[in-house]
């Protein structure tokens, strides 16, 4: 007797549909497999249910703990309301039902669009319903994303949860409204910033205080948020610099709605991508402003300035914000000094865990600002020496030959796809002539037109790598563009650091006080 894994999906969109599609509820797809298995005398080794889960998402609870069983050899067949219950998406299709699940000896059964591996029409049929459940997916999240931009642009808030200091309003879930104890923190934060205090001054009197970080305080008040980014001191309820900074930099405290900040690189790859911060969308007057506009301008002019290297200069440091600690992560603060005569200025670099106290990170040893200059230009410059001599440089040409690769394979395409354009009119003609019936004439006419189809849908896919494949050639020849420009530098400026530098990470000095130092070129 076979063990059965039944599988049941329901995604928020169909959620909305059960009113009109009672079948398609978790509770129904369970009582139709269960009774179809009976029907078999087949035995149900589990049931595994996602609940509120996209079909392209591969992060699925259920999902996953039924492929761990498959794996493990408990399963001898998976079986689902149809195929899109198991996923939408192509690629885990293919990797799964017509891979691994051959592999571990699994039958897959979809009731309701009759998928079933053991049929020998399914390898065909598998192709066009996975892609069909994948353009529905794509279609929805296009849907959503039209959506979700008009209710910004309308100045309706879309978060699932309100910035520190607001609330979403009980009768309105697309507006805020200000949170008075919560509210009241925010306004001394601003009040001790502007006023001289420095975060490390404010992140002692609020913990001083005895006062939650916004964290823990949404949790006191029932809220499911987690602070993805949070520390080990801020999800014990202590507030941290960076909290102090995500506040201070926070415009929606003047009552200006400020949101599409990021969003997902695709519908299939939920990894979020920020925005540029001039294609934020702001809508002013949306909510009671918690600060005034003349404190906030203060606050930000205060922040801007610190990206300087110190009040007697106009100077942007080349480093700022680039360099972070190798062991923890955490960025290295600056500390700016002077000589006795103020005619000299030096700084200093440590790890802000440390220096903050948020965390136990042992790199507590300062690092000279310009030593580490002088080191990364040093480096710079044997680079510049052996890589960018014009007569050396070579683009890479993986991406020509992949090119020449998709080229080829759709000129192929798109000679099958017009011999079946060609063979299909070839057909009407026999069937006009008398030379097949009306039934061989629609059973092939379909054959074909799914021919078609499924090499429309690859010509499409080649036609976007091919469009990728080009950017990359341009962006690869606009860098060693940039590269040329130069042979040697003299002195490490915030130009050169922003155009060649993506990050340095400072390591612990060793017994005799060096210390290694990774630098992430852009090149």
């Known amino acids: 007797m076979p063990m059965v894994g039944i599988y049941c999906r329901l995604s928020i969109e169909d959620k909305d549909k059960t009113g009109s599609n009672p079948s398609a509820s978790i509770q129904n797809q369970k009582e139709m497999l269960r009774n179809y298995c009976n029907e078999r005398n087949w035995e149900v080794y589990d049931i595994y ?112 949860f309100a910035p520190y200091g607001y609330r979403i ?17 925010v306004r001394t934060i601003f009040s001790m ?104 301008e203060q606050a930000q002019e205060r922040l801007n300035s610190h990206c300087r290297v110190g009040k007697r200069s106009d100077e942007l440091s080349p480093l700022s914000g680039k360099v972070k600690c190798a062991l923890c992560g955490s960025p290295m603060k600056r500390n700016v000094y002077y000589n006795r005569a103020k005619t000299v200025r030096y700084y200093s670099l440590q790890c802000a865990a440390y220096k903050t106290g948020a965390m136990n990170c042992p790199n507590k040893t300062n690092m000279s600002g310009l030593v580490l200059e002088k080191k990364i230009l040093e480096e710079l410059n044997r680079i510049v020496e052996k890589y960018c001599q014009a007569d050396k440089i070579e683009i890479s040409d993986i991406c020509t030959e992949q090119l020449m690769r998709l080229g080829a394979e759709l000129s192929k395409l798109e000679e099958k796809r017009n011999s079946a354009q060609n063979r299909l009119v070839n057909m009407y003609k026999d069937k006009l002539d008398g030379l097949i019936s009306d039934g061989d004439y629609k059973l092939f006419r379909q054959k074909l037109t799914d021919e078609e189809q499924a090499i429309c849908i690859r010509i499409n896919d080649i036609a976007v790598q091919i469009n990728e494949c080009r950017q990359r050639v341009k962006d690869d020849k606009e860098k060693w563009t940039v590269i040329e420009q130069y042979t040697h530098f003299d002195k490490l400026d915030r130009t050169i650091a922003e155009e060649f530098i993506d990050c340095v990470k400072i390591g612990m000095p060793d017994d005799k006080g060096n210390r290694e130092i990774h630098i992430y070129w852009k090149i």
């Open 49 to 160: 249910v996602d609940d509120g889960y996209s079909g392209i998402d591969r992060e699925r609870p259920g999902f996953n703990r039924l492929l761990k069983d498959c794996e493990a050899g408990n399963i001898d067949i998976v079986l689902c309301k149809d195929q899109s219950r198991f996923s939408r998406d192509t690629v885990v299709i293919e990797q799964l039902i017509n891979d691994k699940f051959l592999e571990w000896g699994i039958r897959f059964i979809g009731v309701a669009d009759n998928a079933d591996t053991d049929s020998e029409s399914y390898g065909t049929m598998r192709l066009f319903t996975s892609a069909y459940n994948e353009m529905y997916v794509k279609d929805i999240s296009s849907k959503i994303r039209r959506t979700l931009a008009f209710k910004r642009e309308q100045g309706q808030f879309i978060g699932s």
């Open 169 to 185: 309003d009980p009768d309105d879930k697309h507006r805020l409204v200000v949170d008075a104890e919560a509210s009241a923190v």
């Open 193 to 296: 910033y502007i006023n001289g205090s420095g975060y490390r001054a404010i992140v002692r009197k609020l913990n001083d205080d005895s006062i939650v970080s916004p964290a823990e305080y949404k949790r006191q008040q029932g809220s499911r948020y987690v602070n993805c980014n949070a520390d080990s001191s801020s999800s014990k309820g202590l507030w941290t610099q960076s909290t102090v900074a995500r506040i201070l930099a926070n415009e929606m405290y003047t009552g200006t709605l400020v949101q599409g900040k990021s969003h997902h690189i695709s519908y299939k790859n939920k990894h979020r991508k920020k925005v540029s911060k001039a294609d934020w969308v702001r809508i002013p007057g949306t909510h009671e402003a918690i600060i005034d506009r003349g404190t906030w």
